[in-house]
DNA sequence: CGACTCCTTGACAGCGTTCAACAGTAGTGG
DNA sequence: CCACTACTGTTGAACGCTGTCAAGGAGTCG
């Protein structure tokens, strides 16, 4: 729960985060926050006043059930905004994955009035419940109806793509976050990826957060169902 | 794939749908399609030229893998607004549930140039990406970390709210179409359906299509994770 | 070094799927 | 009207994927 105001930033003045400032206009307030490994951004259920675009480190969106089952809608890393809601209160929780510096800008109201509303921010915010409705339309086939090493593959290539195609990628995320990202257990989990390992189509390091994707394509005939079993 | 297109509807002149006229305007070309049990509407993948309105009967949108394997996005019932793209192509494919009256209207480009949207169209259209986002939001939950009674339970619940909280549910679809919306097999909704009626939570008429919710409560509560087993 | 967290792996159980048989319903045509 | 067929849904039995429980290894940090 520790969370500090960063007046001064220890990184030169960053510039205005391209994706805030088309929703915001560009002399908008806003201020960078440092959340700690594991510190709540905002609650499901709370007012929706502020959105959020991750400078440094990572982010989870999630929903619980009343007995501790957890699902996660997403995770957000450096660049992605989130916390944009078409209503005035959050549908999920948000929390910080590990050690992450978040840019926070006053959200505007959406709709505000007749012709009140501003209609570039409004696009803005359609694309990107655009881009958001698309990813969980695809999370909706793949939790309904897709095996657990299905699961784990798309997820490598999703971070894979989302972090750019890096020689190693490195998850910031626990095996327990993938797990309810996917709806699989932990242990299924990493059984996926040691089958992954062990067929040499993702080399795993030794600290167990870096996977090397040996082997895209194999990985993508996974996804899609080939496993050639 | 018998499409009829109705020129002279039997019924009276139908009121412009109030959902399609706020995304059209008020003199928007829209005609009424009839299209029997089973029928493509359209395809994933096919321009969204038209949006699409339930007049009467049942529609359905899903993907499918490769392998046949199916996850049916929605279901759309009476009032019903769907086939509404952000993007030029349709990301799921659509089907009549049962023979079907469509209210058919052009649909607007969103994007048309930098001032040249209508700010009316956009905010209705965000609206309705909205309601859908919410809706997915929640299968998702529901896919990832749901038992099956509890699927099946919830899944009753949305449309007996859906239908207005009917004496009786009749449901449009089958069994195996169920079974693709909530990420089972069919066998195991037809078990959990039993279940529940040796319960007395609900009552399953002969039609097997019909169905009476004796106890919402317990019903709500099973959803929520609390069947006291 | 010791305590802690995170991850892997194994053994086993259970939930849900698969396979199969059967029953009820609807549609068709004699 | 009935026979025939196709379709849909239910139920049972067995299998198997994934979850649960448990032990141990590996990395981290005080």
Redesign the interface.
């Known amino acids: 729960m520790l969370v500090r105001i960063n007046a001064n930033s220890t990184s030169a003045k960053p510039p205005v985060p391209r994706g805030l400032s088309a929703l915001t206009g560009e002399a908008a307030l806003w201020n960078d926050h440092k959340y700690s490994r594991g510190a709540q951004i905002f609650w499901e259920g709370e007012p929706a006043e502020y959105i959020y675009q991750i400078g440094d480190g990572a982010a989870r969106t999630y ?1 619980l ?3 501790g ?3 996660i ?1 997403a995770f957000y890393l450096p660049g992605d905004i989130f916390g944009v809601e ?2 005035e209160l959050h ?2 929780s948000a929390e910080a994955i590990i050690d992450t510096t978040v840019w926070i800008a006053e959200r505007h109201s ?2 505000e009035g007749p ?1 009140n ?1 501003d ?1 570039a921010y ?2 803005s ?3 990107l ?2 881009q ?3 990813h ?2 695809n ?3 793949l ?4 095996t657990a090493l299905e699961r784990v593959a798309y997820f490598l290539l999703e971070m894979d793509r989302r972090l750019k195609k890096p020689a190693v990628i490195i998850l910031p995320m626990r095996r327990r976050d993938i797990a ?1 990202y ?2 699989l257990s932990l242990e299924t989990v990493s059984r996926g990826l040691s089958a992954l390992r062990d067929n040499g189509i993702i080399s795993v390091e030794s600290q167990r957060r870096e996977v090397i994707l040996t082997d895209r394509t194999k990985l993508a005939q996974i996804v ?3 496993a050639n079993h």
């Open positions: 929903k059930l009343s007995d089952r957890r699902q809608a078409t209503e549908r999920f959406m709709f012709d509303g209609l409004t696009k915010a359609l694309e419940l655009q958001t409705l698309q969980v339309q999370q909706l086939l939790l309904g109806r897709q309810d996917l709806g899609c169902g080939n």
